[in-house]
């Protein structure tokens, strides 16, 4: 119902920043939450941020909390990861998600969601 693209991944090295994108398209107008997701050599996905539509309630693991930023476009149907101070902790691909429907929280578990990209790489070098 919604499709998802990401882009914005890159080669970095450690400390700089980088600001993934994943455009939205299909009937957004039923999503409630959205959140990124990393996932590295096959390890199981990871909730790096989330969010409601609105900008309500914006959550962060401790991992990440302080050097990302989750945001949203309204007018671009577009969702942003603002990444800074990276690590090589942080190499991973980076999907979008989206979840159709209600609920009272955006929670950081992967079946909580119900649209997702295909992903962008992010590597940062040490």
């Known amino acids: 119902l919604v499709q998802l693209v990401e882009s914005g991944g890159g080669a970095v090295q450690t400390g700089g920043s980088l600001r993934l994108s994943c455009v939205a398209s299909?009937?957004?107008?039923?999503?409630?939450?959205m959140a990124w997701f990393s996932q590295d050599r096959g390890q199981e996905r990871e909730g790096v941020a989330t969010?409601?539509?609105?900008?309500?309630?914006?959550y962060y693991p401790a991992t990440v909390k302080g050097r990302f930023t989750i945001a949203h476009d309204d007018a671009k149907n577009t969702l942003y990861l603002q990444m800074s101070s990276l690590r090589p902790d942080d190499t991973a691909t980076y999907c979008c998600?989206?979840?159709?429907?209600?609920?009272?929280?955006?929670?950081?578990?992967?079946?909580?969601?119900?649209?997702w990209g295909q992903g962008t790489q992010v590597t940062v070098s040490s």
């Open positions: 969010m409601f539509i609105g900008g309500l309630y914006p």
């Open positions: 299909g009937d957004t107008a039923i999503t409630t939450c």
């Open positions: 998600a989206a979840r159709d429907g209600g609920g009272d929280y955006c929670y950081t578990l992967p079946p909580h969601y119900t649209n």
